[in-house]
């Protein structure tokens, strides 16, 4: 089992950057899949980003494509989400999320295939 805390989120102007952090618990972190996911109001959680095991795998939303990326410290039980120019409707609460799994090359997108979440952490861009 395994624990997530997200931090470094807050406002942030539209073009500029923002890095969200998500720390683990448990000596098994480099056994999860992870990933980013978002959730605006009045809308369904939807898919950001993931990354493999081992960091060497990583998908994106055609959204944030570019823009965004993700990247794990397995050392550090820590994965990161660098956010370049962000924009207006970047605006949500974000969650990171593990997902156990065998291969050390898949990753997931689909937010069922994850059993752990975080708290969630707000990113507010504004214009």
């Known amino acids: 089992q395994v624990q997530l805390v997200e931090s470094g989120g807050g406002l942030v102007q539209a073009g500029g950057s923002l890095r969200l952090s998500c720390a683990a618990s448990?000596?098994?972190?480099?056994?999860?899949?992870l990933g980013w996911f978002r959730q605006a109001p009045g809308k369904e959680r939807e898919f950001v980003a993931t990354?493999?095991?081992?960091?060497?795998?990583?998908a994106y939303a055609d959204s944030v494509k570019g823009r965004f990326t993700i990247s794990r410290d397995n050392a550090k039980t820590t994965v990161y989400l660098q956010m370049n120019s962000p924009k207006p409707e970047d605006t949500a609460v974000y969650y990171c999320?593990?997902?156990?799994?065998?291969?050390?090359?898949?990753?997931?997108?689909?937010?069922?295939?994850?059993?752990?979440w975080g708290q969630g952490t707000q990113v507010t861009v504004s214009s």
């Open positions: 999320a593990a997902a156990s799994d065998y291969s050390s090359g898949s990753y997931f997108t689909a937010h069922y295939q994850y059993a752990y």
């Open positions: 990354i493999s095991r081992s960091g060497g795998n990583t």
């Open positions: 448990g000596r098994t972190f480099s056994s999860y899949v």
